[in-house]
């Protein structure tokens, strides 16, 4: 009898156990649907309030209730920015609103100087991911105008892109860079290449790139700021923060949406450097620092808000042991106020740079380890992430950027990207995996996924 009872009491302590399991999975999946309809319910907030008062224009401000155009005449920012993100939330009704605007109202025939890196990640990808995810074919022709205005930007002595256009003459200016701004064109401009069979995108994107990793110092580092006639190095500080963050992330993303294997071989060369020179170990934690790129000497013991991207690009170069170690550290500065400041003393803990602008990053980082690891550890944390930012950014008639973290006094902004990419990565972490195909889409630095579809 003893021998008979053994099994059954394994079996049924078993089946409690699957039981358990299946309960706690079950809680956990409607936790998550209910944040990501909340995630929702808010970012309609922040969309209708642009609809009412800034509709046709660029941005919200969401304080005075006001529009605002960059360039002193709307491109439609915020409705390119956000079609991918409307479209994403299944808000049907909203994102064809939006597409019917751009495809009438949208041009690109303006006498007007833009800025080429913030033009390409925002309305080209932004446009390129619409069309994608729609087929509506005049968004791929807005596209392909607006990659030939952009065109005379590498017409410089280097290849490397001046920093602004315009869009009607071609005319250019602007020869102090970055690596950011050189290095972060080829997803959109490959992508363009691929969809129209014109080779002449890829080509320029590519040569910038590769320009800017050739320069490099022997340590293997590349420096914040370079002249595009000359070629030589105006600023030799490194980082990975804003200046460099998304070159080192478009060496990796661009192998994986185009199997470029020169893209592959650059960041195989470019991140062991990174993580020796720039990592520090601080109280037990990683941080990233800035160093200067030809000794390797420490410059500066700050990280801040656009850093925290990196967990994110580690994840999805299978790296997940630093990727957590450092989204610890960025979860660690969110929690300092919080709201994570802009730019911190990891030395000290102490702010150097108050303010809040609704950044993407940390959302996107805890997302994709979320996506590489199923923790829930990772929707805890975003969900603290979002109390947060409703709690302190929410207003009347949109989301606002804090002035400082410490006293949380909002400020009269509500960019576009806020849109495209906060509210987006907030949605993706929390919604089923079916929302958007992970393996199959590649994001670009502003949240817009684009798909292999050539």
């Not at 006001?66 to 915020?78: A, C, E, H, I, V």
């Not at 071609?170 to 970055?178: D, E």
């Not at 979002?386 to 989301?399: H, L, P, Q, T």
């Amino acid at each position: 009898m003893p021998d008979r009872i053994a099994p059954i009491a394994f079996l049924l302590i078993a089946f409690a156990a699957l039981a358990i399991h299946g309960c706690t999975k079950s809680r956990e999946k409607e936790q998550a649907r209910q944040v990501a309809t909340r995630v929702r319910t808010e970012f309609l907030h922040a969309w209708n309030n642009y609809e009412r008062y800034a509709w046709g224009h660029d941005a919200l401000r969401p304080l005075s209730k006001t529009p605002r155009d960059w360039y002193g005449q709307s491109l439609l920012m915020t409705p390119v920015d956000a079609l991918d993100t409307l479209i994403l939330m299944h808000l049907g009704a909203e994102a064809e609103k939006a597409r019917s605007l751009i495809v009438s109202d949208l041009s690109f025939d303006r006498d007007l100087y833009v800025k080429n890196f913030e033009v390409t990640m925002r309305l080209l990808g932004g446009l390129l991911s619409g069309y994608q995810l729609t087929g509506d074919e005049r968004l791929l022709s807005l596209a392909e105008d607006l990659g030939n205005r952009l065109l005379p930007v590498f017409d410089s002595p280097t290849g490397l892109p001046y920093v602004y256009v315009n869009l009607r003459t071609g005319q250019t200016r602007g020869p102090v860079t970055n690596p950011a701004e050189t290095g972060t064109l080829l997803l959109e401009f490959g992508t363009l290449s691929k969809l129209t069979g014109k080779p002449v995108f890829y080509e320029n994107a590519k040569r910038a790139l590769v320009e800017t990793f050739r320069r490099r110092s022997p340590l293997g580092l590349v420096g914040e700021s370079i002249n595009v006639e000359t070629g030589e190095w105006t600023s030799t500080d490194s980082h990975i923060g804003g200046g460099i963050d998304s070159y080192y992330e478009y060496l990796w993303k661009c192998w994986l949406l185009f199997g470029d294997k020169d893209c592959h071989d650059m960041w195989e060369a470019s991140i062991p450097t990174v993580n020796k020179y720039l990592a520090e170990e601080i109280r037990g934690e990683l941080w990233y620092g800035h160093a200067d790129m030809h000794t390797g000497k420490r410059t500066k013991t700050e990280y801040g808000a656009l850093d925290a991207f990196f967990p994110g690009l580690l994840a999805l170069s299978g790296d997940l042991e630093h990727a957590r170690r450092q989204q610890a550290s960025s979860f660690k500065m969110w929690n300092l106020h919080d709201i994570e400041p802009e730019t911190l003393d990891y030395k000290t803990m102490r702010v150097v740079s108050g303010t809040y602008h609704l950044r993407p990053e940390i959302v996107e980082s805890t997302y994709y380890l979320y996506h590489f690891t199923r923790d829930p550890e990772y929707r805890r944390m975003g969900e603290k992430m979002f109390d947060d930012f409703v709690k302190y950014c929410r207003s009347e008639a949109g989301y606002a950027a804090l002035a400082d973290v410490t006293t949380k006094q909002q400020l009269d902004e509500m960019e576009s990207f806020v849109l495209a990419e906060t509210f987006k990565y907030f949605y993706l972490l929390f919604a089923p995996p079916e929302t958007l195909q992970f393996d199959k889409v590649i994001f670009n630095t502003e949240a817009h996924p684009l798909k292999r579809t050539w």
